[in-house]
């Protein structure tokens, strides 16, 4: 009776282990006490008739426990205890200015990350958020499609986990998360947030509407929405109308083309601009025009770069670039392009400044050293305000770790660093 309550007691003890190692060893001890039970059974019925049958009776059912207990050791023993990812840190030299990171990760393997390069102490940490937020979750969630400061938090849209994470600049600490279906980009007015969201599920031939949502920054509660054009992306607000491309990219044979233009007040679509297929990214200058790019379709059709006149809401210049994504510092826009086009197979990668006071196109690729060469994949770009330093992240196979690209103003590489799976949206801290 006292081995069978040892059996008893060592069984409610593994199935409450979070321990690799007492799981091993109380696996053992539940096996010692299987062949004890096994070797007093054997002696308490020697010498009597039942010697044969008795012992066999028994020994069929100690048997089956034993073996229980063998696949109990080999199962548990192999579960792995919650890992919190610490972040890595690396030294770099200093720069004028601190900003966050955030790498999309690879879809479906909620391997989103964020870095953080420290201005004080010039240091480079990577995958922050798992260390500093260990009860909320192992990481970010599935991929990470932008990334924005304002009013003292920091939003990470995370696509694919159809939520924006919300945190203290400061820290990076978790403040709270809204959900938001498919959601793609955000930007802010006021003390408004507004997503855009592809309102439906990922899917190629998903041929729905998509949305702007509209969120209060003080507790997070939906208050506005409005219905725009076909799988809907970046968006940037000036004169009190939101600007919304729209991409149709789930349609590839049927684009959309357009432009929504939103009145902020009634918070209403009041107009449609057409401009080229595949809209992407899109941003303003402070000269009241926007950007647009167009990512062409792959199929000969290149991408290229749109002026629009907010004044109008009219398309009033075509600057002939590839442009794949850009941002814009000063009166400067710094584009990169990543053409591929399925009819030949080939991938034309460009870098481009772009003078926003006569809307022409620079002499020379931003990167003056040959250094460019090193970069696999651009897949993000930004520029210190301050230094004018430029970023250009390296996405590379898509499969293993980034390469983040530190140039100064004149094109000359300063550094690079080791980032998470592809590196992506950077957000400077001090503006």
Not at 41 to 49: A, C
Not at 52 to 80: D, G, Q, W
Not at 312 to 321: A, S
Not at 328 to 336: F, R
Request: hydrophobic fraction near 35%.
């Amino acid at each position: 009776m006292a081995l069978l309550i040892k059996f008893s007691v060592y069984i409610k003890c593994l199935l409450a282990m979070k321990n690799n190692q007492l799981v091993i060893t109380y696996s053992v001890k539940l096996c010692e006490s299987l062949c004890l039970c096994v070797e007093n059974l054997t002696q308490r019925h020697k010498g009597t008739k039942d010697t044969e049958v008795i012992p066999n009776r028994y020994m069929l059912k100690i048997f089956h426990c034993l073996l229980l207990a063998i696949l109990l050791l080999f199962a548990l023993s192999c579960r792995k205890d919650p890992v919190i990812d610490l972040s890595e840190k690396e030294k770099l030299p200093q720069q004028t200015t601190g900003f966050y990171l955030l790498n999309e990760g690879s879809m479906g393997r909620n391997n989103a990350t964020l870095d953080y390069y420290d201005v004080k102490t010039s240091e480079y940490y990577r995958n922050i958020y798992a260390e500093i937020n260990p009860n909320v979750v192992r990481q970010l969630g599935d991929v990470g499609n932008d990334l924005k400061i304002y009013g003292g938090k920091l939003y990470a849209v995370m696509n694919s986990s159809n939520l924006v994470e919300v945190m203290n600049v400061a820290d990076a600490k978790h403040i709270t998360k809204f959900d938001v279906l498919n959601c793609r980009y955000i930007t802010f007015h006021g003390d408004k947030a507004y997503v855009s969201s592809y309102a439906g599920p990922i899917q190629l031939g998903d041929k729905r509407l998509g949305v702007v949502i509209e969120f209060d920054t003080i507790n997070f509660q939906k208050t506005r929405e409005v219905t725009v054009g076909y799988q809907p992306e970046e968006m940037a607000i000036v004169n009190g109308k939101l600007y919304v491309a729209n991409s149709g990219g789930y349609t590839p044979t049927d684009y959309d083309r357009t432009v929504s233009v939103i009145d902020l007040a009634t918070f209403a679509e009041i107009k449609t601009i057409d401009v080229e297929i595949n809209l992407h990214r899109l941003k303003a200058d402070n000269n009241g025009n926007l950007y647009v790019s167009s990512r062409g379709d792959h199929y000969g059709q290149g991408s290229k770069l749109y002026v629009i006149d907010t004044e109008t809401d009219e398309v009033k210049n075509l600057i002939d670039i590839n442009a794949s994504n850009f941002c814009i510092v000063g009166d400067t826009v710094y584009v990169y392009g990543t053409d591929f086009d399925f009819t030949t197979n080939k991938t034309l990668i460009t870098y481009n400044l772009v003078d926003v006071k006569t809307q022409s196109v620079l002499s020379g690729a931003f990167i003056k050293d040959g250094t460019d060469a090193l970069i696999e994949r651009p897949y993000g770009i930004a520029v210190d305000p301050v230094s004018r330093d430029i970023y250009v992240s390296d996405a590379r196979n898509f499969l293993t770790s980034g390469t983040l690209y530190c140039f100064d103003k004149f094109g000359e590489m300063k550094w690079k660093v080791t980032t998470g799976y592809v590196p992506a949206h950077i957000a400077f801290t001090t503006l």
